[in-house]
């Protein structure tokens, strides 16, 4: 299942240099949140909305496979954060050869 997670495109060009991501969400690391927040394509334009309203022009969107994150031994798990919708979190820093396509953040399009 496809799952897509936003990223400044900083933190995705630090992440490709050091070998690892480990952004969970603005401003928050996956030390501090526990995992590392995503989505599933129907969710992305409203997370995109309340979370990086001010900064699209520099938002990324990695497309991953959870297959693969799994089939590496980390957690995927699909939980309400409180609104009724199951978001896609990724108990684990994310290996950046599991994202399968970047592109830039355009809201309403289909991902």
């Not at 897509?4 to 690391?29: C, I, K, N, P």
């Not at 599933?40 to 959870?66: K, R």
Request: glycine share 8%; net charge negative; hydrophobic share 35%.
């Amino acid at each position: 299942m496809r799952i897509l997670h936003l990223a400044l495109e900083s933190d995705w060009v630090t992440a490709r240099e050091a070998g690892t991501y480990v952004v969970s969400t603005r401003d928050a690391t996956l030390q501090q949140v526990g995992f590392i927040h995503c989505s599933t394509p129907a969710q992305v334009d409203g997370v995109a909305q309340n979370f990086y309203s001010d900064v699209l022009a520099d938002l990324l969107v990695l497309d991953l496979d959870d297959e693969q994150i799994r089939a590496s031994g980390t957690e995927v798990r699909y939980e309400d954060p409180g609104n009724g919708d199951l978001y896609p979190h990724i108990y684990g820093p994310i290996d950046p050869a599991w994202v399968t396509g970047v592109s830039p953040y355009t809201p309403t399009r289909t991902h």
